[in-house]
């Protein structure tokens, strides 16, 4: 029979319970619990320690490579190599030199990721309009810090702000940097956290300073009056929508769209791409024209590349001949990346804490935060001055007999017993007797004490000024104001990105192939709109209008053509009559107003074919009397915008509307009632669209130009009566003969 083997009670067991993968066993938790045990500390410490930068404008990656920097004296010294920092920057930041390098990149002037950079570099450090452009090594390269850098650390060693241990325990380091500009705004900053995100666009220094001196002085003020927009290092055109910004400066949340700036050089036939959007890069620019080409998309285009050099960013687009640059330019903010919208979250840790917050929330919580420091930085220069005070009146004790200290210290048989015994015979504390003991043998004499006892003055002085400094909010106010001053005519530089109001700008409808047939067209006085093809007018040729409406304008054209629809709003839209269904003359039409998504209140007064080469003019009678001729060729586009502001003067109401496509001569009346009757030609051509013209009639008080018709189409028999040679003119009176009045009861 086999010996079993016996177990050794008395040998040491390990309890292994803890230790993963050497128990197959299943431990049933609460899914509460284990988001609390595993997941919680995880997902805070990405949130704080990492991703989310905080109320100076950086996270704890920056801060740790700027401070490092500036201990290593690079604020005033010469370049070291990148390698080197970050070395040192280890020292601080558990991480590996791969990731301390980016973050370096990122902040320097060479990557160009910054309004204001802080890290002056040499060497190739990339670019940020570049995907694929590789930095080099930190071994080949080199940087300092940018004169900027005065401004984080001014008061760094005057207790401004907290220090903590680093990750080890064995260095200090600062919890914030005494920023004296609300670096949160200036600089652009992106993280991703833990079930959350952070996004802040760079907007520009000297706006940013202003706007905080504005709201140091009214908590209330107009954010949107200085700080216009943001602002981006790589350029572009801000599309400014108002709505959308306040949006953004309320909420902390909203987006911007900015697109390329481009010039055409004709001689070349090109057009050259000089800055593009901050959110975009240049392969994929280049990637999607090229798939737009590929498709057959971009006819337009016969080459593009990459010129970009040591003097910039430069993207050339070689044309085919006979292309429209504006209109293709159009096209390609459509259909490309040269567009992009840059998407804010305003998402800054606050006490440990994201939040969310507005440009407004930001600045009272960075004024809060930069009044304390302030006052703490106060608080020290006070304290240093109070224990130089202390000293010098304890030297002032010994003034008048110096010869009694020297006989206290040679009369003194120990040396521990000299500042006790000083204490003793001045009564003065151990601090100004250590002080006293302290003076060389030279300096024992009348002058030099007297020359130090003069200073106590001086400081009282100075002492009772930092004491009601710091008692006193509107001198700790005024500091921030002139600290802030400073920083804007030291470091501010113009705007980069530049701002194009969204109802200016031009949108690319993609043009598809219209059936062209002929077509009648009718516009009703309620803004009512009718287009029948000439076999249903044939069937059926009474039109119908809604009780108290009738024909205003009818039109027989194309179903290609353009049309243009003028409004007492002062604007115009434009469109083609393709983008209307033919319909009979038994119904209604399209209402005007909610087909064009016309403003609210606005109608239609008057309706414009242009026709192709928009020959003729507009005439613009006013009630003040006035008249204005513009020609068509000035609500031409390149691209096809619906809406044009600024149609005509709004100066005066506007009383008729004429096309003109010859000049003729027209009669105009005038409640009073008065007539006259001109040529055409002495109106003068205007290619502004808002120009208020000349004076055509002359009014008397209480009156207003009424109508404008053609001669032809008026019942007047005495016309060398009301003819003119000159304007203005007053008119003559209506005569009953002559008025329409009086037509209509003859034929009655």
């Known amino acids: 029979m086999p010996k079993k083997k016996k ?8 309890d292994a319970s803890n230790v993963i993968g050497l128990h197959a066993a299943v431990v049933e938790q609460p899914i509460t619990d284990t988001l609390e045990t595993n997941y919680m500390p995880y997902a805070m410490s990405v949130i704080v320690s990492r991703a989310i930068p905080e109320i100076d404008g950086f996270k704890p990656s920056h801060r740790k490579l700027l401070y490092t920097m500036y201990k290593m004296g690079l604020l005033t010294g010469a370049r070291t190599k990148s390698a080197n920092i970050v070395g040192q920057t280890m020292r601080l930041n558990p991480h590996g030199d791969a ?7 990122r902040l320097s002037r060479g990557y160009g990721a910054l309004l204001t950079p802080f890290v002056d570099s040499k060497g190739n450090f990339g670019k940020v309009y570049s995907r694929d452009m590789a930095w080099a090594a930190p071994r080949y390269t080199e940087a300092k810090l940018t004169p900027i850098c005065n401004e984080l650390f001014r008061d760094i060693d005057s207790d401004t702000v907290d220090f903590v241990d680093n990750y080890d325990n064995t260095m200090k380091e600062p919890a914030l940097l005494p920023t004296t500009f609300p670096n949160i705004l200036v600089s652009a900053n992106s993280g991703i956290a833990v079930g959350m995100a952070s996004q802040f666009c760079g907007f520009n220094l000297k706006e940013v300073c202003d706007t905080t001196i504005a709201y140091l002085k009214n908590p209330d003020c107009d954010l949107m009056e200085t700080l216009l927009a943001p602002d981006f290092p790589t350029g572009g055109e801000l599309i400014f929508d108002r709505n959308t910004i306040r949006e953004i400066y309320e909420t902390g949340r909203g987006s911007v769209r900015v697109r390329a700036k481009y010039r055409y050089l004709k001689e070349e036939n090109l057009i050259e791409i ?3 959007p901050y959110s975009t890069t240049v392969e994929a620019i280049l990637d999607k024209v090229a798939e737009l080409i590929k498709a057959g998309r971009a006819k337009e285009i016969a080459d593009m590349r990459d010129e970009t050099d040591l003097s910039g960013l430069k993207l050339a687009i ?3 001949r006979g292309v429209d640059p504006d209109k293709l330019m159009t096209k390609l903010y459509k259909l490309t990346p040269l567009e992009d919208a840059f998407a804010c979250n305003f998402n800054v840790l606050i006490a440990g804490t994201p939040k969310v917050l507005g440009v ?14 302030v006052r703490r930085r106060v608080y020290f220069v006070m304290k240093k001055k109070q224990d130089k005070l202390h000293l010098l009146k304890g030297l002032k004790r010994i003034l008048l007999d110096i010869d009694k200290a020297i006989q206290i210290i040679r009369e003194t048989e120990e040396e521990a017993e000299v500042i006790p015994n000083l204490m003793i015979g001045f009564g003065i504390d151990q601090i100004q007797a250590e002080y006293v003991a302290e003076i060389k043998l030279r300096n024992i004499n009348k002058e030099y004490i007297l020359k130090r006892v003069n200073e106590t003055a001086a400081l009282q002085d100075e002492i009772a000024d930092l004491e009601d400094t710091l008692n006193s909010p509107r001198r700790l106010k005024q500091i921030l104001v002139d600290e802030l001053t400073e920083a804007a005519k030291k470091y501010g530089e113009p705007r980069r990105t530049s701002i ?3 109802h200016e700008i031009e949108t690319y409808v993609e043009e598809a192939q219209v059936e062209d047939y002929p077509v009648h067209m009718f516009l009703s006085k309620e803004g009512y709109f009718k287009k029948i093809t000439p076999a249903s007018l044939r069937m059926a040729a009474d039109q119908k209008y809604k009780d108290g409406d009738g024909l205003s304008q009818t039109f027989e054209t194309t179903n290609g053509a353009e049309i243009m629809f003028f409004t007492d709003r002062c604007q115009v839209y434009k469109t083609r009559l393709s983008e209307f269904e033919d319909t009979k003359a038994s119904a209604l039409g399209d209402y005007l107003p909610a087909k064009l998504s016309m403003d609210s209140g606005e109608n239609v007064i008057y309706a414009v074919l242009p026709g192709p080469d928009y020959a003729g003019a507009l005439l613009f009678f006013f009630a003040n009397g006035k008249a204005a001729r513009v020609d068509l060729t000035a609500y031409k586009t390149t691209s096809n915008r619906r809406k044009l502001t600024g149609a005509y003067s709004d100066k005066a109401p506007l009383a008729c509307i004429r096309r003109l496509d010859a000049d003729c001569e027209l009669a105009v009346y005038s409640t009073e009632p008065r007539a006259l009757i001109f040529h055409t030609a002495l109106l003068a051509p205007k290619t502004t669209r808002t120009t208020q013209g000349v004076a055509v009639m002359t009014l008397k008080p209480k009156y207003q130009l009424e109508t404008v ?4 189409e008026t019942s007047i028999t005495n016309q060398s009566r009301y003819r003119v040679r000159s304007l203005p003119a007053a008119g003559a009176l209506l005569r009953e003969e002559d008025s329409e009045e009086r037509q209509m009861d003859l034929l009655d």
């Open 274 to 276: 000089y800055e593009i």
């Open 709 to 712: 018709k053609a001669l032809e």
């Open 318 to 320: 070689d044309l085919k």
């Open 99 to 105: 990731a301390i390098y980016d973050t370096m990149v």
């Open 360 to 373: 407004r929330q930001i600045l009272e919580e960075w004024t809060a935060w930069r009044t304390e420091s």
């Open 500 to 502: 194009v109001y969204s």
């Open 7 to 14: 177990t050794d009670d008395n040998k040491h067991k390990v």
